[in-house]
Nanobody
Framework: QLQASGGGWVQPGGSLRLSCAASGFTFSIRTMYWVRQAPGKAIEWVST????????YYASSVKGRFTISRDTAKNTLYLQMNSLKPEDTAVYYCALDSIGRSRGQGTQVTVSS
């Protein structure tokens, strides 16, 4: 089970940190993903963190602004989002795959002035 939280409304240039509580599987050995879906658009891959936190990957649209991390003791995945832009507005999900088929409950992020 995956449950994202931490979303909300923020002005352009602001920051948010999303969390995703994971349960029901061995979180520490899974590659984990953040994906998002803007209104009227398809699901978009945002970021990946590999097993053992060896590697992280980011979509070009968020690289340099977002940081993915995890706390295996808390079974929690994070996404630190800085310098937010209106085009980052979307429902954000954590998932076990890059296209979001295994995504859990999402959290809404709205960036506007």
């Amino acid at each position: 089970q995956l449950q994202a939280s931490g979303g909300g409304w923020v002005q352009p240039g602001g920051s948010l940190r999303l969390s995703c509580a994971a349960s029901g599987f061995t979180f520490s050995i899974r590659t984990m993903y953040w994906v998002r879906q803007a209104p009227g658009k398809a699901i978009e891959w945002v970021s990946t963190i590999t097993t053992g936190d060896r590697d992280t990957y980011y979509a070009s649209s968020v690289k340099g602004r977002f940081t993915i991390s995890r706390d295996t003791a808390k079974n929690t995945l994070y996404l630190q989002m800085n310098s937010l832009k209106p085009e980052d507005t979307a429902v954000y999900y954590c998932a076990l795959d890059s296209i979001g088929r295994s995504r859990g409950q999402g959290t809404q992020v709205t960036v506007s002035s």
